[in-house]
């Protein structure tokens, strides 16, 4: 027997340097046969969750790219949503279609259902997206560890095959119907009449309430300012702002419309929608 003089490393046997092999070999399997069996995107209701946390994944057989500063940062045809929360999911990529260099900034957070998280910066190039990337290597989740989770606004473009995505990755359980209607629409602010129509078009969204866009001609245009406001949304593209200027008064941001929406709220374009939350909207005399 030999002893290792204290404060040295002892030096790997042939032994240790298979066994290391095997073991790596074991893991790297074990995540693709726990990849593998995720359910298809669609196909399972993220109520089922995953690793008995609050964590739901499913295979989706979407192109999926991303970009920063025109180059591609990552690129595969394998993508994984995980629903992290109840909301939307997220996109958890492999590592192998990953085409940046992720260097871990030291920072470790801890998830009770995903383990250790571990932060990296996004280089490629000349372009930096800082703590914009986490892998978790050791997660009780099996199929997570080979995967890398970017933040989306840390990247400049995100697309689904060859269409850019807004927001968030798209929710496969997420439903938006469009139908035009005969209902009475009325649109009060501070007691003035701004909108008042019998042909609205109503956008039901899944989990919210539903919208009522209007025609411009049924609309106090007059009333209405532009604001440099927009938001984005995956399923409706991004909605540019009026406020509106009654009895002296300024009410910030409180209509939206759609300049070019995507295909499936293509009904909504060239209509506008009054934010229910903070004026006045009556639909054949009930408010909303």
């Known amino acids: ?20 092999t095997d073991t790596q070999a074991a893991d790297a399997q074990a995540a693709a046969a726990a990849l593998a069996a995720l359910p298809a995107a669609g196909a399972s209701k993220p109520a089922s969750a995953v690793g008995g946390e609050r964590v739901h994944a499913e295979r989706a057989g979407k192109r999926v ?44 957070n801890r998830s009770p ?16 997206a800082p703590d914009a990337a986490v892998t978790h290597p050791d997660s009780p989740i099996p199929a997570l560890r080979g ?6 606004n840390a990247l400049d ?15 496969p359980y997420h439903r938006i119907d469009v139908l ?9 602010i501070d007691g003035v009449t701004v909108a008042d129509s019998v042909r609205p078009v109503v956008l039901f969204e899944s989990g919210l309430r539903p919208r009522y866009y209007l025609p411009l001609t049924d609309v106090r245009t007059e009333l ?3 604001s440099d406001s927009a938001t984005h949304c995956p399923y409706k593209g991004t909605a540019s702002y009026h406020s509106v200027r009654v009895n002296g008064e300024v009410h910030e941001d409180v209509v ?13 374009a060239g209509l506008v929608c009054f934010y229910d939350e903070k004026v006045d909207v009556l639909v054949d005399g009930v408010h909303t």
Do not use: C, K
């Open 256 to 268: 939206w419309y759609y300049p070019t929406p995507l295909f499936e709220s293509i009904r909504i």
């Open 147 to 152: 995967l890398v989770r970017f933040d989306w």
């Open 113 to 128: 259902s995903r383990g250790a998280a571990v932060r990296h910066d996004v280089v490629i190039g000349d372009h930096t």
């Open 1 to 20: 027997m030999t002893s290792t003089p204290p404060g040295t490393t002892p030096t790997p046997t042939p032994t240790d340097t298979r066994a290391a």
């Open 65 to 108: 790219r991303a970009l920063l500063g025109g180059q591609v940062v990552v690129d595969t045809v394998r993508p994984v949503l995980v629903w992290e929360g109840p909301h939307y999911p997220v996109y958890y990529l492999p590592a192998e279609d990953v085409r940046a260099t992720l260097v871990p900034n030291g920072t470790v």
């Open 157 to 171: 473009t995100w697309l689904e095959e060859d269409e850019i995505v807004y927001g968030h990755a798209r929710n």
């Open 180 to 188: 035009a209607s005969s209902r009475h629409v009325r649109v009060e």
């Open 224 to 226: 209405l300012t532009s």
